[in-house]
């Protein structure tokens, strides 16, 4: 508990509750081969929420992801953050951060200087990213690994770590795709779970993208839903479900009903 | 350097009141004790006696040929003319051997330096890689004994110490291109998704290098070590025929094998071409060695296999 407080304090610049925090304006995506990926995509994410885009295989929602991030240009329309470009606001305000699909560990680095990278790379003094990168790894509950090296830990430990170096950084707002879609359904639910109270704690505001209903569900504060290819936003699903929410939730009748309401909305396009 | 160990006990956060067991790694290490020794035996053995079994039948089918044609000793020479020879001349042999294994050993080691850094180079710029790849794999295909002599006049007439410098250049330039061209295939086949990773915490292109691509090359640069180290010998011995000052002194195993030859002292030819691949072996295993301590933490090709 206490260290993850630590983390959120030493963050430099907070957005207010209910700030926009990225804001996507018509954007549009279309490869040099013709193929069209994102079509009209509008979008609103506001401090404190955790928003996930959800939608079939090959809809464009990584790709999506990857523009909000800054990692590729859009065609059409335009993306910003904190009514910056991405690029700048990633060099200007060091409050992004990005969980990819696989761990994306450097297998030559300890888990510990793995979760130091991000530091290391805006030269943060050896002995604070130290201490930094043991509370984050603290936080994901992974102390007792911190000079393993990536490949003799299980996938979802990696992907822990993954995590824990994005909880280094001490974000804003956290971009994760599909970071659990190669885990079994059980670390998957188990780190659902983890992944609620790390973001309580962080105070993050999270875009996630998955193609699991249900994981999309529990999540979040908000779905939108994604037609498949050229994607557009087919359907907002607000959930309201109040935080902290128990794994139990997941059999209860209002969760079903929201899932169903998503389901509908994806199946109908 | 920090010292591993230096033992620090962090308080744990939270996570682990969830009931999600923090693996503890000791039990998963492989247990030896478990093994039986006679298995372990087993292992050794078959480790060992393939190779020495394959030594065997090629001294015994080399002593069946040369018995069987009543070969002449002036014709073709004999294990026994070999081991003779190795005899009569072990202080030469030595000499020729330490001297070879210096050129080379220098040659190899400014192969790394220029190979390397012309590799870094190339993986900056597409364009550059252009200018200068197509080029750098003429070092291996000039045939030597061409540039051999030019070395030794321009090297001469120079302001160098000359010394031992042209050998150790026609090493150099037959040793360079395998590293050349396994430090580019590593420092260009990075992940993808690690790139976007140090972009997404606005890397600079030194830290790029740096951090991802010359630690993901290590293991092709080894490789393309381990390639060079023969040609680096080839190189010397090569240079040695044409620049050498004779005896085996300065010389090396490259004067030797060369009188030898034109003396008709097949017995020593035989030992000193042995010596020349003794050393090689010697070095690769070497190598060998050095990749597998320094990649053992982290990759596959350093890991012992899991039975």
Same mark, same amino acid.
């Given at each position: 508990m206490f260290a993850a407080m630590d983390i959120a304090a030493g963050s430099v610049k907070r957005a207010q509750p209910g700030e926009v925090l990225v804001t996507a304006d018509g954007?549009?995506?279309?490869?040099?081969?013709?193929?069209?990926?994102?079509?009209?995509?509008?979008?609103?994410?506001?401090?404190?929420e955790f928003v996930t885009i959800v939608g079939p295989s090959g809809c464009g929602k990584s790709t999506l992801l990857r523009l909000v991030a800054g990692l590729g240009s859009v065609s059409a329309g335009s993306v910003s953050i904190c009514g910056l470009p991405p690029e700048r606001a990633r060099r200007e305000c060091h409050d992004m951060a990005f969980v990819f699909q696989d761990a994306t560990l450097l297998p030559w680095r300890t888990v510990l200087r793995n979760v130091e990278l991000p530091l290391q790379l805006s030269k943060v003094a050896p002995a604070e990213r130290r201490a930094r990168a043991v509370q984050a790894l603290a936080t994901v509950g992974l102390t007792d690994v911190l000079r393993e090296y990536p490949r003799q830990l299980s996938g979802g430990m990696k992907m822990r770590v993954s995590i824990a170096r994005a909880l280094a950084t001490q974000p804003e707002l956290l971009l994760m795709d599909e970071p659990f879609a190669a885990l079994d359904e059980l670390t998957r639910s188990r780190l659902n779970v983890e992944l609620l109270r790390i973001v309580a704690l962080a105070g993050w505001t999270v875009l996630f993208v998955t193609h699991n209903?249900?994981?999309?569900?529990?999540?979040?504060?908000?779905?939108?839903?994604?037609?498949?290819?050229?994607?557009?936003?087919?359907?907002?699903?607000?959930?309201?479900?109040p935080y902290p929410r128990d794994p139990a939730i997941r059999t209860s009748l209002d969760f079903n009903m929201i899932v169903s309401k998503v389901t509908a909305a994806l199946s109908e396009e | 350097?920090?010292?591993?160990?230096?033992?620090?006990?962090?308080?744990?956060?939270?996570?682990?009141?969830?009931?999600?067991?923090?693996?503890?790694?000791?039990?998963d290490q492989p247990d030896t004790s478990?093994?039986? +020794?006679?298995?372990?035996?087993?292992?050794?053995?078959?480790?060992? /006696? @393939?190779?020495?079994?394959?030594?065997? &039948? !090629?001294?015994?089918?080399?002593?069946?040929?040369i018995r069987w044609q009543h070969t002449s000793p002036l014709i073709a020479p004999s294990p026994g003319d070999v081991v003779n020879g190795f005899r009569d001349n072990a202080g030469d042999l030595l000499t020729a051997v330490w001297s070879t294994f210096q050129d080379a050993a220098l040659g190899l080691a400014l192969s790394i330096v220029v190979g390397v850094l012309l590799a870094v180079v190339m993986s900056q710029s597409k364009l550059l890689e252009r200018a200068i790849y197509p080029y750098s794999s003429l070092a291996q295909t000039v045939?030597?004994?061409?540039? +051999?002599?030019?070395?030794?006049?321009?090297?001469?007439?120079?302001? /160098? @110490?000359?010394g031992h410098l042209?050998? &150790? !250049?026609?090493?150099?330039?037959?040793a360079v291109f395998p590293i050349i061209a396994n430090s580019i295939l590593g420092l260009t086949s990075v992940d993808p998704s690690h790139r976007n990773l140090f972009k997404m915490y606005n890397a600079s292109r030194l830290q790029e290098l740096l951090f991802l691509r010359v630690p993901f090359a290590v293991p092709y640069i080894l490789t393309g070590v381990r390639v060079s180290s023969g040609l680096a010998i080839i190189g010397a011995i090569v240079g040695e025929v044409y620049l050498g000052n004779g005896g085996p002194q300065d010389g090396g195993l490259g004067y030797e094998t060369w009188t030898a030859g034109t003396?008709?002292?097949?017995g020593l030819l035989g030992a000193s071409a042995l010596s020349a691949g003794l050393l090689g072996v010697?070095?690769?295993?070497?190598?060998?060695?050095?990749?597998?301590?320094?990649?053992?933490?982290?990759?596959?090709?350093?890991?012992r296999p899991e039975s």
């Open positions: 954007v549009g995506k279309a490869y040099a081969n013709g193929t069209i990926a994102l079509r009209h995509v509008s979008f609103e994410v506001k401090q404190g209903v249900f994981e999309a569900v529990f999540l979040s504060s908000r779905v939108l839903v994604m037609s498949r290819r050229p994607g557009r936003i087919v359907a907002e699903v607000p959930v309201d479900l | 350097m920090r010292s591993p160990k230096r033992e620090v006990r962090y308080g744990r956060g939270n996570a682990s009141d969830e009931g999600d067991p923090v693996l503890s790694w000791e039990e478990l093994v039986p +020794a006679q298995s372990r035996v087993r292992t050794m053995l078959e480790n060992v /006696l @393939p190779p020495v079994a394959g030594l065997a &039948v !090629l001294i015994g089918a080399w002593i069946a040929v045939p030597i004994f061409a540039i +051999a002599p030019l070395i030794g006049t321009i090297v001469g007439n120079s302001q /160098l @110490p000359v042209p050998i &150790v !250049l026609v090493s150099f330039i037959i003396q008709g002292q097949w010697g070095v690769f295993i070497a190598l060998g060695a050095l990749n597998t301590v320094v990649l053992r933490r982290w990759h596959e090709s350093a890991l």
